[in-house]
T-cell receptor, first 111, second 111 residues
Framework: GNSVTQMEGPVTLSEEAFLTINCTYT??????LFWYVQYPGEGLQLLLKATKADDKGSNKGFEATYRKETTSFHLEKGSVQVSDSAVYFCHSSGSARQLTFGSGTQLTVLP | NAGVTQTPKFRILKIGQSMTLQCTQDMNHNYMYWYRQDPGMGLKLIYYSVGAGITDKGEVPNGYNVSRSTTEDFPLRLELAAPSQTSVYFCATRDVSYEQYFGPGTRLTVT
């Protein structure tokens, strides 16, 4: 089945620093890929997604490119803000029996 | 649209008590999921449903039961609550593009 491997956290950055959170996937076929974000005390919400190779998803200054050659979907942001502090989850589409989300990557941005 | 709603938001149970966590969606999605999230951990799939009348076990189903009599509702039943079931419970739906939509969660403490 499909699965993702996500960079372990936690990650601590200063405001305006560059962010990369690595995510690689294994799949039979071509899954859709997602990044979800969970702010403190809330449920997960979709941050961005890509449905085919070379697609770039973007939202709120975050970007991720679906790279088939490296089976990766790394999350990037050029200049993080304190308000970006959250837990980030990489996820792929798969069978009806959805895989777990894993522990995510905790990002803390310091002023 | 309300999306995915969950009740209650918080609950404290004594060991051995039972309760039902409610989940309702108004997006007409066939796929629905129940996850639990322990502190600092990722989400683990408890049960899922691919449509009314059809449910199946996820990764951690022991101690829980579900039913799906309508497209809108997917309640999760805890029988004989145990301290190990202290967690945050999230209900989610999935659309045809595999994007998942999460409820705000139910914070359950079993003492």
């Amino acid at each position: 089945g499909n699965s993702v491997t996500q960079m372990e956290g936690p990650v601590t950055l200063s405001e305006e620093a560059f962010l990369t959170i690595n995510c690689t996937y294994t799949a039979t076929g071509y899954p859709s890929l997602f990044w979800y974000v969970q702010y403190p005390g809330e449920g997960l919400q979709l941050l961005l997604k890509a449905t085919k190779a070379d697609d770039k998803g973007s939202n709120k200054g975050f970007e991720a490119t679906y790279r088939k050659e490296t089976t990766s979907f790394h999350l990037e942001k050029g200049s993080v803000q304190v308000s970006d502090s959250a837990v980030y989850f990489c996820h792929s589409s798969g069978s009806a029996r959805q895989l777990t989300f894993g522990s995510g990557t905790q990002l803390t941005v310091l002023p | 649209n309300a999306g995915v709603t969950q009740t209650p938001k918080f609950r404290i149970l004594k060991i051995g008590q039972s309760m039902t966590l409610q989940c309702t969606q108004d997006m007409n999605h066939n796929y629905m999921y129940w996850y639990r999230q322990d502190p600092g951990m990722g989400l683990k799939l408890i049960y899922y449903s691919v449509g009314a009348g059809i449910t199946d076990k996820g990764e951690v189903p022991n101690g829980y039961n579900v039913s799906r009599s309508t497209t809108e509702d997917f309640p999760l039943r805890l029988e004989l609550a145990a301290p190990s079931q202290t967690s945050v419970y999230f209900c989610a739906t999935r659309d045809v593009s595999y994007e998942q939509y999460f409820g705000p969660g139910t914070r359950l403490t079993v003492t």
